[in-house]
């Protein structure tokens, strides 16, 4: 369970201690081998180019509970020109329309209050904080995609998030009352740094919003596949207490999301005194976390080996229906579903394309087994037998809005949490 040796590549960077605790006990439990960034999607003129294929391998600290990656590709290679944008999904929106009229009920926004979004995408949050008339700004690194949230007139700084940055804004802009940072926490190597930028950026009495895939979601549910290089931390509560701590931050709302396979919102403000009625649920949720083994190693040797049983039972399953000359496609280019193609296996021999309601996606290879990507309507001209979610996520929206597949006689495959046809 040694740590293995950095690959001598100059965009990849070795941790050897825990982000957030610091510990070397690092505990190794999957390994998921080496794959290319799994939205590195290609152009068919790059087909032929060497692919660079990275280690993902998932480790737990003995220390504090920390599951993370300890190999850290350079960010500039795998968000400068993103390809995922949350608003091809309606319940994400939703999301995001609630999350902005939670923040409203707490903090009375309007036109002199400014809202930041760390990692704000095509400013699709950002959105609906417009409509409680707060003024809002947004910082991504991926420029191709500010660009689309500046068409949607959603300001947006081209960055990635430190502390220097934080500086910068706060110069420029002045403090937020809110900041957000939904689906991207998991992204930031320096966590310290986050919060430094956070503090730094905040008002004295703002708060800051964060959602990210819960832990005990991905453990329950086997969702081995968003284990991947851009997320480089699977948080539990425990350390996440342990890091907003030292920033002189406490939770004031935990809530549970069922969108991402199971995700946490965790509303933060700077510490007071009072204890707040927040503690009872982030109580519940510890003794929760305990009761599922979150902070004890032979819980994830035990996820490790139900990965690996699925894997088996879902590649056999594959091989049954190939030799039954079945047609199956894979449903959703989700980074998560390029991990999945990976580690079991699957290339064009056995899905003979894949569709994805993203255009960018459009026309684009899937990284490592090469895939071409459709747009969804494919479906209905080409007639395959099964269509497999890929992103299993989203597999009730899609079941429900493809209805017309189902229609002329096509089956949906769905891998996780454990294997099912419907
Ligand atoms: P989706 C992303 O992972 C990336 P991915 C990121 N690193 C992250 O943290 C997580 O999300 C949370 C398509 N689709 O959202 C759109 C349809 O085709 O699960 C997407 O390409 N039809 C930021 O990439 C893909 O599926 C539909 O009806 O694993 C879903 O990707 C719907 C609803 C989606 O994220």
Known sequence: NSIPLSMKSSNVKVVRSCRICHSRKLYRFLDLTPMPIPNGFLKK???KKKEPYYELSCYFCENCGLVQLTNVVNPSIMFSNYVYIPSTSKIMMNNFSNLAYCANNLIKLDGKKLVIDIGSNDGSLLKFFKIYGAKVLGIDPAKNIAKLAEMNGILTEVKLFNLTTAKTVAKKYGKATVITATNVVAHIDDLHQLFKGVDKLLSSDG????????????????????????????????????????????????????????????????????KGSYQKTINYLIKLEESHGLY????????????????????????????????????????????????????????????????????????GNHILVHPEQKLLTDHPDYAFILAWNFADEIIEKRRDFKKIGGKFIIPIPKLKIV
């Open 45 to 47: 003129e790059d087909l």
């Open 207 to 274: 708060i800051f919003i964060t959602e990210f895939p819960y832990l005990l979601d991905l453990v329950q549910k086997n969702e081995f596949d968003t284990i991947y290089h851009e997320h480089l931390s699977y948080f539990s509560l425990k350390p996440w207490l342990h890091l907003i701590n030292q920033y002189g931050f406490e939770i004031i709302e935990a809530q549970r999301l069922f969108i991402q396979g199971g995700s946490i919102r965790l509303i933060h403000k700077r510490k007071n005194k009072s």
């Open 296 to 367: 004890d190693k032979s819980a994830f040797d035990k996820f490790s080996d139900r990965v690996s049983n699925l894997r088996t039972e879902i590649i056999t399953t594959l091989k049954k229906l190939k030799k039954e000359k079945k047609k199956i496609v894979g449903y959703g280019a989700a980074a998560k579903g390029n991990v999945l193609m990976h580690y079991f296996n699957i290339n064009s021999k056995i899905f003979d394309y894949v569709v994805d309601s993203t255009s960018y996606k459009q026309g684009l290879y899937t990284p």
